[in-house]
C-alpha cells in the first residue's frame, strides 16, 4: 500500500471514529478461502467495505487482497497486486445535486450506451474512477461523468466521458438520451448516443431504445412490451446489436445491454447458458405467467438469438410449472430445450423440485434435476444427473448435500474418466449479522452467469469456506 493510499484510509478511519455523534459508519467484509486438492494450491480473497455517512457528505473504500490471486479468474496474476485499495469516493449532497469523486458505479437507460457494476461472483468490477454529478427535479434528472474504467486487474488507461438525461412529460411518459465517448491512448476516439422513450398505459409497459456506434456507423436497438393482469403476465422483448461493443484498450466493455435469455436458478438448466456479444446478435424472448388459482401457477418462456448472418447462437424453450396445495407442501416441475452454439449442443433437462415444512422454521427441499446433451457436431450424446437435498431450520443454519453423476466418461472422444460428484455444505447464521459457510467434496465445472455475462467456474475439489460479516 502506498502513501496515497494509507493517507486515504486513515482519512476514513478517524471520520469513523466521529459516528457515535456526528454520523453513521458501516463496515462490511467477505473473506473467501478455497484449498484445491488435485493442485494442492491455497487461494484467498478478502473484500474490506468501509462508508461513512454524516449529514450532507459521504465517504467510502474498499480494500481487496489476493493471496494468491486465483488463477482460474486471473490467468496473468502477476499483473494484479496482491492488496491494494481498489474502490474510493467521495460524495456531497446539496439539495438536488449529487457530486461524487473518486470510484463510482453508473448506468444509462438499459446499458446500451453505459453500465458498470461488481458481482463477486462473476469477478466483475468494471468501475470508472473520476468525477460523476447528478441533478435532478420533478421534470428532470441529468447525469455528467469521466474517468477511466479498471480492468480486472485494476489497470486503468483510457478515458471515457458521458452524460445522461431524462424528461418526465407526464407521469406515465418519460423520453431520455445519453451520449459516451471513450477517448483512446492514440488521440482517438469512439462514441456512442441514444435515445429512448419509455411509457406505461392501464397495465401495458412500453420501453424502446436506440443507440448509434458513430465510428462504425452501425445502429443498435432494444424494446420491451409488458402486460399485466390480474392472473397474467406477458412480456416480450427484442434486441439488434450490430457492432455496439465499446472497450478501453484492455477489451473491458463499457456497456451491457439485456442478453435476453432467462436465467434459472436450477444448476444443470445454465450448463449451457448464453453469453451476450454486443457485437453481433439479434432475437427476442416471450415469457408469461399464468395464475390458475391461489396453489397453481404456470410459467412459460421462449428465447431466440442469432447473428446477421442468421447463424442460430441460441434458442431456448422453457416451462415451470408451481404448485402449492397448502402451508406445508410446495412443488415446482420444470422442463427445458436449448441449443447453444458456443459447445454446439442441443440439451433436455427436466427438473423435479419439492419443499416441505416441518413448522414456521424447520424445512426439507429435495431436487432431481436430469440433463441429456447431444452434440449437433459429431452427434455423440451423454447425460448428467444431479440429486440436491437440503435441511433449513431458518433463520441459523442450512445443511445441503449435492451429488452429481455424468456418464460423459463413455464418449471416445473424452479423457476423463470421473463418473460421481459429491460435497456438503453448511451454512450458519449468527449474532445477527454474520454468516460462515463451509463446503467440503467435489463438484463438475459450470458456468456463472448473471445478464448474459458468464464465467467458467472449473472442476473443483476440496475446501470452501466463506464468512461474511457486517458492522
Known amino acids: 500500500m502506498n502513501n496515497k493510499d494509507r493517507s486515504v484510509t486513515l482519512l476514513i478511519l478517524f471520520l469513523g471514529l466521529l459516528t457515535p455523534v456526528w454520523g453513521q459508519l458501516s463496515v462490511s467484509n467477505q473473506l473467501e478461502y478455497s484449498w484445491w486438492k488435485k493442485h494442492n494450491r491455497n487461494v484467498l480473497e478478502n473484500w474490506l467495505d468501509v462508508s461513512y455517512q454524516q449529514d450532507v457528505y459521504a465517504f467510502g473504500f474498499r480494500h481487496e487482497l489476493n493471496q494468491p490471486p486465483d488463477p482460474f479468474i486471473f490467468p496473468l496474476d502477476s499483473l494484479l497486486k496482491q492488496e491494494e485499495l481498489a474502490f474510493r469516493y467521495a460524495e456531497v449532497y446539496q439539495g438536488n445535486l449529487t457530486l461524487t469523486v473518486g470510484n463510482y458505479y453508473a448506468i444509462f437507460g438499459r446499458g446500451l450506451t453505459l453500465r458498470t457494476y461488481e458481482d463477486r461472483n462473476l469477478r466483475v468490477d468494471n468501475n470508472i474512477e473520476g468525477l460523476k454529478a447528478n441533478y435532478y427535479t420533478d421534470w428532470f434528472e441529468l447525469t455528467a461523468l469521466g474517468g477511466r474504467m479498471r480492468d480486472r486487474y485494476n489497470r486503468r488507461n483510457d478515458r471515457v466521458y458521458g452524460f445522461d438525461v431524462e424528461f418526465n412529460l407526464a407521469a406515465d411518459l418519460q423520453i431520455g438520451g445519453s451520449f459516451m ?30 443507440a448509434r456506434n458513430q465510428r462504425r456507423k452501425t445502429n443498435s436497438l432494444y424494446a420491451s412490451v ?181 456418464n460423459r466418461y463413455q464418449l471416445r472422444t473424452e479423457t476423463d474418466d470421473q463418473k460421481y460428484w459429491f460435497y456438503g455444505q453448511v451454512t450458519w447464521s449468527f449474532l445477527e449479522n454474520q454468516q460462515l459457510s463451509v463446503l467440503y467434496g467435489s463438484r463438475q465445472a459450470g458456468f456463472v452467469c448473471v445478464g448474459g455475462v458468464c464465467r467458467l467456474e472449473p472442476e473443483f475439489e476440496g475446501v470452501e469456506l466463506k464468512l461474511l460479516s457486517r458492522f
Open 181 to 210: 465517448r471513450n477517448q483512446l491512448a492514440d488521440d482517438n476516439f469512439s462514441d456512442i448516443r441514444a435515445l429512448r422513450l419509455a411509457g406505461q398505459y392501464d397495465g401495458f409497459d412500453v420501453y424502446i431504445e436506440g
Open 226 to 406: 409488458s402486460w399485466l393482469a390480474d392472473d397474467y403476465t406477458l412480456t416480450a422483448e427484442y434486441k439488434d446489436y450490430d457492432r455496439l461493443t465499446m472497450t478501453n484498450s484492455f477489451f473491458t466493455e463499457y456497456n451491457a445491454p439485456p442478453a435476453l435469455s432467462r436465467e434459472h436458478a436450477y444448476t444443470l438448466l445454465n450448463r449451457h447458458p448464453h453469453q451476450l456479444n454486443t457485437s453481433d446478435e439479434r432475437g427476442y424472448q416471450f415469457e408469461g405467467t399464468v395464475q390458475f388459482s391461489e396453489q397453481l401457477e404456470v410459467l412459460l418462456n421462449h428465447s431466440f438469438t442469432e447473428s446477421h448472418k442468421n447463424q442460430r447462437l441460441f434458442e431456448e424453450y422453457y416451462v415451470q410449472l408451481h404448485f402449492e396445495p397448502n402451508r406445508r407442501w410446495n412443488f415446482e416441475s420444470a422442463l427445458g430445450w436449448n441449443f447453444d452454439f458456443a459447445t454446439r449442443t442441443e440439451n433436455i433437462t427436466p427438473i423435479l423440485m419439492g419443499e416441505f415444512n416441518i413448522d414456521d422454521f424447520n424445512e426439507f427441499h429435495l431436487e432431481l434435476q436430469h440433463q441429456h446433451i447431444k452434440n449437433t457436431v459429431d452427434q455423440s450424446e451423454y447425460d448428467d444427473e444431479m440429486i440436491v437435498l437440503e435441511f433449513t431450520r431458518a433463520p441459523q443454519l442450512n445443511l445441503a448435500l449435492v451429488a452429481e453423476y455424468s
